[in-house]
C-alpha cells in the first residue's frame, strides 16, 4: 500500500467497526420489518393501517428527530449520545419483540426511531473525530462505513426471511440485542470519551463526507435503502447535526458529519454500490471538497469546529447550545397528524373528525412551524437554504423519490405475500433485483456526475425509474415472477443513478459551512416524503381482502409515474453544477442563483 492510501491502525479499525454498529442495526430494521408485515397483521389481528403505523411510527420518529440530534450530541458529547441511543434503540427492540398487539408494537416502533435518531448523528461524528487528522483514510472510513448499512440492507430481506421461517416474526426484532449490546460494549471500551483516538487534530467532517456522498455516489442515497429502506432506509438516513438545529456555524462541522452520514443511509439499498465504489471514489471525494486543507473555508470551519465546540472533540458542551425546542414539536405535530389523517382516510372517510381535524391541525402546525422558524434566532430549519433555486428543486426532488419508493416497498411486501402467496423468505429474494440495480447505477453515477453535472443523472434517473413504475402498473395477481423482473431492475437503476447528483447538487447549491445543514434537511425531507409514501400508497391498497392490494398498487403505480415526471421538470431546474471538485470554487455563486 502506497503512501498515498493509508492503512488504518488497530485502534482505528476497532473505532470504525463500533461506529457502524448503530448504522447496521437502523438499517436492518427496516427492510426486516417490511417482510415480516403480513405475518404481525396476522398475529396481533392488525388492518393494513395499523401495519402502516407499525413501519411510520419508525419513520417518523426518526425524521422528526434528525435535525436535533446532533445538537444534542454537540451539546452532551457523541459518544455520550451514542451510547444512549444504543440502549434505547436495545430496549425498543426488546419491547417490539414483547408486543402483546399492535399499539404497544407501535409505540415500541416509535422508541426505536427516536434510539436511531441519536445514533446515527453521533455515529458519523464519532467517526471524524477518530479519523479527521488524515482526509484520504476519513474518506475510506466513511465509504466503509456506509457499506456496513448496505450490507445489512441487502440482507435484511433474506436474514428476516430465515428468521420468521425458523423462529416466528419476533425474532426480526430480538435480533438487535446481541448486536446492541455488543455495540454498547466496544463504544464503552473503545470509543475515547475525549479527544481522538489517533491523537491528531479533528478537521470537520461535513467537507469530505459530503463529498463522498454527493461526488463518487457511494454513499448518496435513501434513503432513501433496501427494500425498504431503500426504502431509504431508509433511511437511513441519518442526519443533522447540530449546526442543523440550532444553525450556528461551530455546529456546522459537527452536523455536517451526520448529515453527509444521512445522505449515505437514506437510500439505503442505493448505497451498497459503496464496498466496491469506495477504493475509487475515496481519493476523489478527498480531492473534491476535503484534500486542500489550505481552503479558507475549510480552514475556518476546522478552526470553529476545534475551538468552539467541545463535542466535535468528544467532549460535552458547557454552554446550552441552541436547540429549536418550539420548531422540534411543531415539527412533530404537523407531520404526524398529517401522516395520520392519510392512514386513517380511508377506513373513517374523510368528514371523520380524526381525519379532517388531522388535515387541519397539520396546516395549523406546518403555518406556525415556518413562521417560528422564519423568526428564531436558531432555527431548526434554516429557510434562506431554499432562496437556492438548485436547493429547492433537489429537495423536492427527493420528496418525490422517497414518496414513490417507500410507498411502493410497502405495497410490494403485502402484493408478494398476501396476493402471490409468497412466503417471507420467497418474497425476501423477490426484492434482490432491487440490490442489484442499486448497486450498478450507483457506481455509475459517480462517472455520469462528473461528466455531465448533476442534471442530466437526475433527468435520466426519474425517466428511468418512471418507467418500471409504469411498467408495475401492468401486473395483476397473475402475472409471472418474471414479469416483475424488468421494472424491478429499472426502478433502483433509475434511483440510484440519480440520488447520488441529487446530493451533489444540494451540497454545490450552498457554502461550505453550511453544507452539513443543507444534508440534514435534504434527507429529512426524504424520510418524511417517505412517510407520507407509506401512509398514501397503503391507504391505497388497505382493506381486509387480498384483491383490493391489486387495484391500489396499480393507483400507486400511476400516481408513482406522475411524481417521477414532476420530478424529472424539477430535475431540469437543478443548475448544471459540475462535479464537487469544482463546486468549491463556485459555491457563493450557485447559492445566488
Not at 469530505?208 to 434513503?223: I, P, Q, Y
Not at 442505493?270 to 481552503?295: D, E, F, G, H
Not at 424488468?486 to 433509475?494: A, H, K, Q, R, V
Request: charged share 5%; hydrophobic share 50%.
Amino acid at each position: 500500500m502506497n503512501s498515498s492510501t493509508p492503512s488504518f491502525s488497530p485502534a482505528l479499525g476497532r473505532v470504525l467497526a463500533t461506529v457502524s454498529v448503530g448504522f447496521v442495526v437502523t438499517q436492518l430494521d427496516v427492510t426486516i420489518v417490511n417482510i415480516a408485515l403480513p405475518k404481525i397483521g396476522a398475529d396481533l389481528h392488525a388492518n393494513v393501517a395499523g401495519l402502516q403505523w407499525v413501519v411510520d411510527a419508525y419513520t417518523l420518529a426518526f425524521a422528526v428527530l434528525m435535525l436535533s440530534a446532533g445538537a444534542l450530541g454537540d451539546r452532551f458529547g457523541a459518544r455520550r449520545m451514542y451510547g444512549c441511543g444504543i440502549v434505547l434503540f436495545a430496549l425498543a427492540s426488546l419491547a417490539c419483540g414483547l408486543a402483546l398487539d399492535a399499539p404497544m408494537l407501535i409505540a415500541a416502533r416509535a422508541l426505536q426511531g427516536i434510539g436511531a435518531a441519536a445514533m446515527l448523528p453521533n455515529s458519523l461524528a464519532l467517526l471524524n473525530q477518530s479519523f479527521g487528522h488524515e482526509p484520504k483514510l476519513r474518506a475510506r472510513a466513511v465509504g466503509l462505513w456506509t457499506a456496513s448499512g448496505a450490507i445489512s440492507i441487502a440482507a435484511g430481506p433474506v436474514l428476516g426471511g430465515l428468521l420468521i421461517a425458523a423462529f416466528g416474526w419476533r425474532s426480526i426484532f430480538l435480533v438487535n440485542l446481541p448486536i446492541c449490546a455488543a455495540g454498547l460494549l466496544a463504544t464503552l471500551r473503545w470509543i475515547p470519551r475525549a479527544g481522538v483516538a489517533s491523537g491528531a487534530p479533528v478537521a470537520p467532517v461535513a467537507p469530505v463526507a459530503s463529498g463522498a456522498s454527493g461526488a463518487s455516489g457511494a454513499s448518496g442515497a435513501s434513503g432513501a435503502s433496501g427494500a425498504s429502506g431503500a426504502s431509504g432506509a431508509s433511511g437511513a438516513s441519518g442526519a443533522s447535526g447540530a449546526s442543523g438545529a440550532s444553525g450556528a456555524p461551530v455546529a456546522s462541522g459537527t452536523s455536517g458529519a451526520a448529515a453527509a452520514q444521512s445522505a449515505q443511509s437514506t437510500s439505503a439499498t442505493s448505497a451498497t454500490s459503496a464496498t466496491s465504489a469506495t477504493s475509487a471514489t475515496a481519493t476523489k471525494a478527498t480531492k473534491a471538497t476535503a484534500s486542500p486543507p489550505s481552503t479558507a473555508s475549510v480552514q475556518s470551519t476546522a478552526s470553529t469546529a476545534s475551538t468552539a465546540s467541545p463535542a466535535a472533540r468528544g467532549t460535552p458542551a458547557t454552554h446550552s447550545g441552541g436547540i429549536d425546542l418550539g420548531g422540534q414539536a411543531l415539527a412533530i405535530v404537523a407531520l404526524t397528524a398529517f401522516v395520520a389523517a392519510v392512514i386513517e382516510w380511508r377506513p373513517l372517510g374523510l368528514a371523520h373528525p380524526v381525519v379532517a381535524g388531522g388535515f387541519v391541525l397539520a396546516l395549523l402546525a406546518g403555518g406556525a412551524f415556518l413562521l417560528v422558524e422564519a423568526r428564531v434566532a436558531r432555527p431548526m430549519l434554516p429557510l434562506s437554504l431554499f432562496s437556492t433555486r438548485t436547493f429547492s428543486a433537489a429537495v423536492l426532488f427527493g420528496i418525490c423519490v422517497n414518496l414513490t419508493y417507500y410507498g411502493m416497498v410497502f405495497v410490494l411486501s403485502l402484493y408478494l405475500q398476501r396476493v402471490r402467496g409468497y412466503t417471507p423468505l420467497q418474497a425476501g429474494l423477490a426484492f434482490l433485483p432491487l440490490t442489484g440495480g442499486f448497486l450498478i447505477s450507483n457506481v455509475a453515477s459517480g462517472w455520469v456526475v462528473g461528466r455531465f453535472g448533476a442534471r442530466v443523472p437526475m433527468i435520466a434517473g426519474a425517466i428511468t425509474a418512471g418507467l418500471g413504475y409504469g411498467l408495475l402498473h401492468f401486473v395483476d395477481a397473475d402475472t409471472p415472477l418474471i414479469g416483475l423482473l424488468l421494472p424491478f431492475l429499472l426502478i433502483p437503476s433509475g434511483m440510484g443513478l440519480a440520488v447520488p447528483a441529487m446530493t451533489t447538487a444540494v451540497l454545490a447549491s450552498t457554502e461550505a459551512k453550511r453544507a452539513g445543514t443543507a444534508s440534514a434537511v435534504l434527507n429529512t425531507a426524504r424520510q418524511a416524503g417517505g412517510a407520507v409514501g407509506v401512509a398514501a400508497f397503503g391507504a391505497l391498497a388497505g382493506g381486509a381482502a387480498a384483491t383490493q392490494i391489486v387495484p391500489g398498487m396499480q393507483l400507486a403505480t400511476a400516481i408513482s409515474v406522475g411524481l417521477l415526471v414532476l420530478g424529472g421538470v424539477l430535475a431540469c431546474l437543478v443548475h448544471p453544477q459540475p462535479h464537487a471538485a469544482r463546486c468549491t470554487g463556485r459555491r457563493a455563486s450557485a447559492a445566488g442563483e
